[in-house]
């Protein structure tokens, strides 16, 4: 089984700063099968990047993907108020998905 | 417009099996390439990722749960059913069920997930 590592557990950041999250795999996973969920206290996970780097329908273009292989990260160029909430990478390898144990972007 | 909703009991007993139903709309699991996947999350923690079933029946389950683990789904109803047995106060979590779309380059993209229905294991 694939494990996501994400990093850091928590980022304290302010309305207009960067964030920039990581997602370590213990081994590599193909871009096509690595995605980005944001989630909100109460709701479901909402899905951001698909394919490492793409964006879903919707998603403001703050939010980027990159990375291949073992390294992967999750850019939010500017933060809005609405983007502090909690962020888990996922990947499918193998017939097993798994998930990082996400990533708290908290005001600070 | 796809929709996913959860069904099932809001609280069942140590040792119980759980049956858990996901009905759908706006897209067909005859479909090439769709499929719907379980997933679960206990209050406070983390995702897990339970099961997995495809367009042409193919079923894929979490290695560490697979002995208690049943999907399947009814095409003409729009439902998908997860069945877990022996269940733990551990099981304790939200179940969430979700649209996976595996586009024709490979990509697998979960697109659209249900609300979630929160599962209570107690005596």
Same mark, same amino acid.
């Given at each position: ?108 | ?16 099996? +759980? ?45 560490? +749960? ?51 229905? +929160? ?5």
């Amino acid at each position: 089984e694939i494990v996501l590592t994400q990093s850091p557990g928590t980022l304290s950041l302010s309305p207009g700063e960067r964030a920039t999250l990581s997602c370590r795999a213990s081994q590599s996973v193909s871009s096509s099968y690595l995605a980005w969920y944001q989630q909100k206290p109460g709701q479901a996970p909402r899905l951001l990047i698909y394919g490492a780097s793409s964006r879903a329908t919707g998603i403001p273009d703050r939010f980027s993907g990159s990375g291949s292989g073992t390294d992967f990260t999750l850019t939010i160029s500017r933060l809005e108020p609405e983007d502090f909430a909690v962020y888990y990478c996922q990947q499918y390898g193998s017939s097993q998905v798994t998930f990082g144990q996400g990533t708290k972007v908290e005001i600070k | 417009q796809v929709t996913l909703r959860e069904s099932g009991p809001a609280l069942v007993k140590p040792t119980q099996t +759980l049956t858990l139903t996901c009905t759908f709309s706006g897209f067909s699991l005859s479909t090439s390439g769709m499929c719907v996947s379980w997933i679960r999350q206990p209050p406070g923690k983390a995702l897990e990722w339970l099961a997995r079933i495809d367009w042409d029946d193919d079923k894929y389950y979490s290695t560490s +749960l697979k002995t208690r683990l049943t999907i399947s789904k009814d095409t003409s109803k729009n439902q998908v059913v997860l069945t877990m047995t022996n269940m733990d106060p551990v099981d304790t979590a939200t179940y969430y069920c979700a649209r996976i779309r595996v586009t024709i380059f490979g990509v697998v993209i979960t697109d659209y997930w249900g609300q979630g229905t +929160l599962v209570t294991v107690s005596s």
